[in-house]
């Protein structure tokens, strides 16, 4: 017999207020606070601030309260979609302050978001022009020749592009779920943008840019389930923790600050990465020179998710095969395309590795 | 009527597809973690439902029946913004404001100037490189001609 079913008439009102009812009501009682936590939400752990700008970009440098150890810096590059601010969410979730604390000065390209006059810049553009004169004033205010730098997801592609076209500056390179290898067409990403179903020609020519809402219906649309529906049954089951509110508001805020990609860059990067694969065939140019990633000779490691349903792991770990480097290391991490940035237990078990490899490696 | 078409049959194959999937993976999870009780049981179920679930999704979404009403939803969708553009554009002719095609003209004939440079700026550069290279009997620095591209237009 159940609880209810044995209590006596006089018992009633608390034994319905036990139980699942109990629950719920605690539930429906922990709103205004979720609210409250929700307005209050701030993202970005480290104080930063810009130091150099070209167009729409920054160059963001993340403030420490102790000299650097490390005389080269180090530039983390995010991709084109979503802001840069992922990489540090939020204290104890931030990629960023492992660094910054290790000792390396560090900075981090904030692409800006582009308008309808920016949809003409391509890969040559953001590569050989933007990047170049970011590393370039990196080199100039640090004094030295070569800096780090650590790439994320498109981020990654674009700096093992620019690695290759300007190895000489480059000490490290450090590749976070960065997609090179575009020949498995196995999961949705690349059914979608298959040249069959996905005319991204007629797209840009139509809209200019990426629109940002199209490509976050995309991202969202690749996990169906978990994006809506588990993510707020686990809001629900959680509406009581006030730690887990400041995380999931936090990823929420990120999530949804979406900004369009340029128009050409879009257009390049689809069909010259996605649909034709060049990057890894060694066939593609950016601003009429060739990129072949065997001149990449620096020091690489490339960390990867098990779980990535955005890059998938055999997108990222044959660039370790294609690079000249002689010291490569490839670690793939139990976590998904975002959790290796933010998860806890890439906080704690992968990020110091990262730490202890660019440390044994740099100046 | 009892007929079944091919859609029909295979919709519904997969919804038992996806309703053994999630009892075979429930099956499992009590299997190895002996049985669980009350809340927990609750939320293995529901985690088994959702991951069978998201299969099912992550297979319809990869299906080329998906993909080809994706095809045709992005086309109409297109096809209208660029007849609506059109429209505008019409409304715009004989006003006194630039117009959207005069401004992308204007664009594209800047961006013609600007390759033309980058291109000219290259040529230069590399005979520069190529003279050094004669003067100083080696290949010159990498690193001497990559800060001479800095302050170049991006």
């Given at each position: 017999m159940s609880a209810s079913e044995s209590a006596s008439p006089a018992d009633w009102p608390a034994t319905l207020w036990s139980g699942p009812w109990e629950a719920a009501l605690r539930k429906v009682a922990a709103w205004p606070r979720a609210l409250e936590i929700a307005r209050r939400t701030r993202v970005g752990a480290t104080p930063a601030e810009p130091v150099y700008g070209v167009d729409k970009v920054r160059l963001l440098r993340y403030q420490s309260e102790d000299p650097a150890k490390f005389e080269e810096p180090l530039l983390f590059v995010f991709a084109l979609v979503n802001r840069p601010y992922i990489l540090d969410l939020r204290p104890g979730k931030s990629v960023v302050r492992h660094f910054v604390d290790a000792g390396w000065d560090t900075y981090n390209v904030d692409w800006g978001v582009p308008t309808s006059a920016d949809r003409h810049l391509g890969l040559a553009e953001y590569v050989e022009g933007y990047l170049d004169r970011m590393v370039d004033d990196l080199r100039e205010r640090s004094g030295c020749e070569r800096i780090n730098v650590l790439g994320y997801c498109m981020g990654g592609s674009l700096s093992a592009m620019y690695v290759a076209l300007h190895?000489?500056?480059?000490?490290n390179l450090i590749l976070l779920a960065a997609p090179v290898d575009w020949s498995r067409q196995d999961h949705l990403l690349a059914k979608w943008t298959d040249p069959r179903y996905f005319d991204v020609d007629r797209l840009i020519d139509a809209y200019g840019n990426a629109p940002a809402s199209m490509l976050q219906g995309a991202f969202l649309l690749l996990k169906p389930v978990a994006n809506f529906v588990e993510k707020y049954v686990s809001l629900y089951d959680n509406l009581e923790d006030e730690r887990f509110l400041e995380d999931y508001f936090a990823m929420e805020t990120w999530l949804n600050d979406n900004i369009p990609v340029a128009g050409e860059m879009f257009r390049q990067f689809v069909k010259y990465c996605m649909q034709e694969n060049r990057l890894i065939e060694g066939r593609l140019k950016v601003g009429g020179r060739g990129v072949h990633l065997k001149d990449i000779v620096c020091p690489v490691l490339n960390l990867t998710a098990q779980n990535d349903h955005l890059v998938p792991c055999g997108q990222s770990l044959p660039f370790n095969d294609a690079v000249g480097s002689t010291d490569r290391t490839a670690i793939t991490f139990p976590a998904g395309h975002i959790g290796l940035a933010v998860g806890s237990k890439a906080n704690r078990d992968l990020w110091p590795k990262a730490v202890q490899w660019l440390a044994e490696r740099s100046r | 009527m009892g007929v079944v078409t091919n859609q029909q049959s295979s919709t519904s194959d997969a919804f038992t597809q996806m309703w053994l999937d999630m009892m075979s993976q429930f099956g499992t999870g009590l299997a190895g973690a002996g049985a669980p009780a009350g809340e927990a049981f609750g939320r293995q179920l529901r985690k088994s439902f959702f991951d069978a679930w998201a299969r099912y999704w992550e297979e319809f979404l990869g299906s080329e029946a998906f993909l080809e009403s994706m095809k045709k939803g992005m086309e109409s969708s297109l096809a209208m913004k660029e007849q609506m553009d059109r429209v505008v554009r019409q409304a715009m002719e004989g006003s006194p404001l630039a117009s959207a095609s005069e401004s992308e003209a204007m664009i594209q004939a800047l961006r013609r100037i600007e390759e033309s440079l980058h291109g000219q700026l290259r040529s230069l550069t590399d005979r520069v490189a190529a003279l050094e290279e004669q003067v100083a009997g080696k290949s010159p620095s990498r690193a001497v001609r990559g800060r001479g591209t800095k302050g170049g237009s991006a």
């Amino acid at each position: 017999m159940s609880a209810s079913e044995s209590a006596s008439p006089a018992d009633w009102p608390a034994t319905l207020w036990s139980g699942p009812w109990e629950a719920a009501l605690r539930k429906v009682a922990a709103w205004p606070r979720a609210l409250e936590i929700a307005r209050r939400t701030r993202v970005g752990a480290t104080p930063a601030e810009p130091v150099y700008g070209v167009d729409k970009v920054r160059l963001l440098r993340y403030q420490s309260e102790d000299p650097a150890k490390f005389e080269e810096p180090l530039l983390f590059v995010f991709a084109l979609v979503n802001r840069p601010y992922i990489l540090d969410l939020r204290p104890g979730k931030s990629v960023v302050r492992h660094f910054v604390d290790a000792g390396w000065d560090t900075y981090n390209v904030d692409w800006g978001v582009p308008t309808s006059a920016d949809r003409h810049l391509g890969l040559a553009e953001y590569v050989e022009g933007y990047l170049d004169r970011m590393v370039d004033d990196l080199r100039e205010r640090s004094g030295c020749e070569r800096i780090n730098v650590l790439g994320y997801c498109m981020g990654g592609s674009l700096s093992a592009m620019y690695v290759a076209l300007h190895p000489e500056k480059v000490r490290n390179l450090i590749l976070l779920a960065a997609p090179v290898d575009w020949s498995r067409q196995d999961h949705l990403l690349a059914k979608w943008t298959d040249p069959r179903y996905f005319d991204v020609d007629r797209l840009i020519d139509a809209y200019g840019n990426a629109p940002a809402s199209m490509l976050q219906g995309a991202f969202l649309l690749l996990k169906p389930v978990a994006n809506f529906v588990e993510k707020y049954v686990s809001l629900y089951d959680n509406l009581e923790d006030e730690r887990f509110l400041e995380d999931y508001f936090a990823m929420e805020t990120w999530l949804n600050d979406n900004i369009p990609v340029a128009g050409e860059m879009f257009r390049q990067f689809v069909k010259y990465c996605m649909q034709e694969n060049r990057l890894i065939e060694g066939r593609l140019k950016v601003g009429g020179r060739g990129v072949h990633l065997k001149d990449i000779v620096c020091p690489v490691l490339n960390l990867t998710a098990q779980n990535d349903h955005l890059v998938p792991c055999g997108q990222s770990l044959p660039f370790n095969d294609a690079v000249g480097s002689t010291d490569r290391t490839a670690i793939t991490f139990p976590a998904g395309h975002i959790g290796l940035a933010v998860g806890s237990k890439a906080n704690r078990d992968l990020w110091p590795k990262a730490v202890q490899w660019l440390a044994e490696r740099s100046r | 009527m009892g007929v079944v078409t091919n859609q029909q049959s295979s919709t519904s194959d997969a919804f038992t597809q996806m309703w053994l999937d999630m009892m075979s993976q429930f099956g499992t999870g009590l299997a190895g973690a002996g049985a669980p009780a009350g809340e927990a049981f609750g939320r293995q179920l529901r985690k088994s439902f959702f991951d069978a679930w998201a299969r099912y999704w992550e297979e319809f979404l990869g299906s080329e029946a998906f993909l080809e009403s994706m095809k045709k939803g992005m086309e109409s969708s297109l096809a209208m913004k660029e007849q609506m553009d059109r429209v505008v554009r019409q409304a715009m002719e004989g006003s006194p404001l630039a117009s959207a095609s005069e401004s992308e003209a204007m664009i594209q004939a800047l961006r013609r100037i600007e390759e033309s440079l980058h291109g000219q700026l290259r040529s230069l550069t590399d005979r520069v490189a190529a003279l050094e290279e004669q003067v100083a009997g080696k290949s010159p620095s990498r690193a001497v001609r990559g800060r001479g591209t800095k302050g170049g237009s991006a």
